[in-house]
């Protein structure tokens, strides 16, 4: 589709401190060592900071976040803070497809709210709305919801949003992919139509389109890149498995060195798996819709902060869910269409980091999977594998296998006995991927199915593994990247 809408001459400022933002954003970005801006946020700064409509196009990973948060924050700190605070009428609004991605864009507004006195509010389903109902009673600044609970408490008069002087919508496309435009236009309708909107979205579907026609005025578009522009950084691998040992390629991969992210197509695969996974002796957890809100956030959190190495989710956590040193994402099963497969495999090679992408096809699968290839613009190695002691793995993921008896444990340290097996002569850092830091491994016997194996041997980029040192069975495991706030932070970007 041919795009007309006018784009910015602005000169993009080197630096944060360069566009003009409230000194206080400026020192908690630094303090947290962020002083460069992405390609998208130097694109688009300059025209949100100056009230204009934006329209953002990025993909996954790009940086859209603090594209949409400072100029938010900028805008309402021209007010005291707290001054024109009322009950039930927020002056910003966040609008988000899921609730994972609304907490994250929370945690990273939400020092830099602080530092302004504005005060920010997540509203989403999944939990009781009486919190919520309080909070808005109360009075906030910035809304940051999802859809549909969002509309339930306007429907019940607990939110006005009349007072509205700027509404983002991030991932709009998603938005459109899960049917809730009709919401979302719903919403729209009640905010004042003098109000700046910005629109980031990582393709520009019809729905899409619709909502920029309808919604933004004279709106500036930024693309930076497409959702389909290669990534350099990242690596896209297809292993040819059998149905009966894809349990045990996958349960090697998950045994590695560093954070693993594992994508399934349904609840009860991501569940299965988890499970499976855990009683072979890997720290697993699942991410999926049937789980409570609470259960979800305490399951990514043990993966944010190390404490479980592997995460086994549904599309849900494709969009907008940053952890740190994400070095291996697997598609255990392809997703089904080419989108689909862009946005999960975009939770690694985030920011310019280094990351590898593997999709384990079976038999019946080989004509689907060519197809999503092709759709997605990659060109993918492919390789047979026929059990879990081919060399292709330990060039995948090198590194010292750890199996953990019991799996993840929720509570306390690391769970007691674990076990090792030795790949590639101990391994070494995966290149250029940062998964050295998140697991530290104790002794104990080797499973009687592994033992040592040798195979792997020195590999460029290896050596001694930085930070994943051996530890005995009775120390806990390190916290990897840091607490799970700090990350999506650092990741919020």
């Given at each position: 589709m041919a795009d007309t809408r006018p784009r910015s001459s602005s000169t993009p400022a080197a630096s944060f401190a360069g566009f003009g933002l409230p000194e206080a954003l400026v020192r908690v970005l630094s303090d947290a060592g962020i002083n460069t801006p992405f390609p998208i946020q130097s694109a688009t700064l300059p025209d949100s900071l100056a009230g204009r409509d934006v329209l953002g196009r990025g993909r996954t990973g790009s940086g859209k976040t603090y594209a949409f948060v400072l100029p938010l924050l900028a805008r309402l700190a021209t007010e005291r803070p707290g001054q024109g605070r009322r009950p039930g009428k927020p002056r910003g609004l966040i609008l988000a497809p899921t609730r994972e991605l609304a907490t994250q864009i929370d945690a990273a507004l939400a020092?830099?709210?602080?530092?302004?006195?504005?005060?920010?509010?997540?509203?989403?389903?999944?939990?009781?709305?009486?919190p919520q109902i309080t909070a808005l009673r109360a009075g906030v600044d910035i809304v940051i919801a999802c859809p549909g609970r969002l509309e339930d408490h306007m429907r019940s008069g607990?939110?006005?949003?009349?007072?509205i002087e700027v509404t983002v919508l991030d991932e709009a496309d998603h938005m459109a992919d899960l049917g809730f435009l009709p919401v979302v236009r719903r919403i729209l309708d009640r905010t004042p139509k003098s109000g700046q909107r910005m629109l980031f979205s990582a393709t520009l579907d019809a729905g899409v389109d619709v909502l920029v026609k309808r919604y933004l005025t004279d709106p500036v578009v930024h693309s930076v890149d497409s959702a389909q522009s290669p990534v350099g950084t990242m690596t896209h691998h297809v292993l040819h498995v059998d149905s009966k040992g894809?349990?045990?390629?996958i349960t090697d991969l998950a045994a590695a060195p560093g954070r693993t992210l594992f994508f399934t197509r349904t609840k009860r695969g991501a569940k299965t798996l988890a499970r499976q996974l855990s009683a072979r002796g890997v720290p697993a957890v699942e991410l999926h819709g049937n789980l409570s809100q609470g259960a979800r956030t305490r399951n990514l959190a043990a993966f944010s902060s190390g404490r479980a190495t592997?995460?086994?989710a549904t599309d849900i956590a494709a969009r907008g869910i940053h952890v740190d040193d994400i070095g291996l994402v697997v598609h255990a099963d392809p997703p089904v269409e080419h989108k689909a497969y862009l946005h999960r495999s975009g939770r690694t090679a985030r920011a310019g980091a280094a990351g590898t992408v593997v999709t384990l096809m079976t038999d019946d699968q080989v004509r689907d999977v060519r197809t999503l290839a092709r759709q997605a613009g990659i060109k993918p190695v492919t390789t047979r594998v026929r059990g879990s002691d081919h060399p292709i793995l330990v060039e995948l993921a090198p590194g010292e296998r750890t199996l953990v008896k019991g799996g993840y444990a929720p509570v306390g340290g690391a769970p007691d006995g674990e076990q090792r097996q030795s790949r590639g002569g101990g391994g070494g850092n995966r290149s250029?991927?940062?998964?050295?830091?998140?697991?530290?491994?104790?002794?104990?016997?080797?499973?009687?199915?592994?033992?040592?194996?040798?195979?792997?041997?020195?590999?460029?980029?290896?050596g001694s593994r930085s930070g994943g040192q051996s530890r005995s069975k009775q120390a806990g495991r390190p916290a990897g990247s840091g607490s799970h706030s700090a990350s999506r932070f650092s990741g919020g970007r």
């Open positions: 020092p830099l709210a602080k530092a302004l006195g504005i005060r920010s509010l997540t509203v989403f389903g999944g939990v009781k709305p009486g607990h939110v006005d949003l009349s007072g894809r349990l045990e390629v592997t995460l086994v250029g991927r940062g998964r050295s830091r998140g697991r530290g491994r104790s002794g104990g016997s080797s499973p009687a199915a592994g033992g040592n194996r040798s195979g792997g041997g020195n590999r460029s980029g290896g």
